[in-house]
Each structure stands twice: as C-alpha cells, then as structure tokens.
C-alpha cells in the first residue's frame, strides 16, 4: 500500500516576503509622486474624462523631469541597495 507522498505547501520565506514588500513600497512611493506631477494628472483626466483641464499650460516640468529621472534610475538604485545589504548581512553572519 503505497501511498503518494504528501506533498508540502509554497512556503514564501521571510527574506522574500520583505524583498517584495520593498520592492512594492518603492513602486508605490513613485505612483504617489507620479499623481502629483501636473503633467500626468493631465493625462490621466483626459484619459479618464475626456477633456484636458489645464488648456495647455506648461506647469510642473521640474516635478515631470524628476519623476522620470526617479522612473529610470530607481530599479538600479534599489538593486545596488539591496545588493550592499545582503553582502552586510552575509559579512556579518561569518563573522558571528
């Protein structure tokens, strides 16, 4: 009577689970500013509505310059971070 083996749920580990939490932290903090840059929200209402609520005017560059500058350099910045944290981590934990 061989019975198949059971097998065992996905377990996501801890390291993970923060790695994602960081991840989406970050994309979320881009959102949020994205929705603050007169630039997009003028996309978006007209994507949304239809109709422009500005008439053109040229507001907010700065903050649109930024939030690409954000858009381009935060996944190499958040992959140097990490990278420099488990490198720490793995230093500290041979040293113990």
């Known amino acids: 009577m061989n019975q198949p083996p059971v097998r065992r749920p996905p377990q996501i580990s801890l390291g993970s689970m ?9 994309m979320s903090a881009g959102m949020f500013y994205a929705s603050r840059v007169p630039a997009i929200q003028e996309e978006l209402s007209v994507l949304l509505q239809g109709k422009s609520g500005s008439a053109g005017q040229d507001g907010g560059r700065f903050a649109h310059m930024v939030f690409i500058m954000f858009t381009f350099t935060s996944p190499l910045i958040l992959a140097g971070v990490l990278a420099t944290i488990v490198t720490l981590l793995n230093w500290i934990q041979r040293r113990a």
Not at 18 to 25: A, K, R
């Open 18 to 26: 923060m790695l994602m939490m960081i991840v989406f932290s970050i």
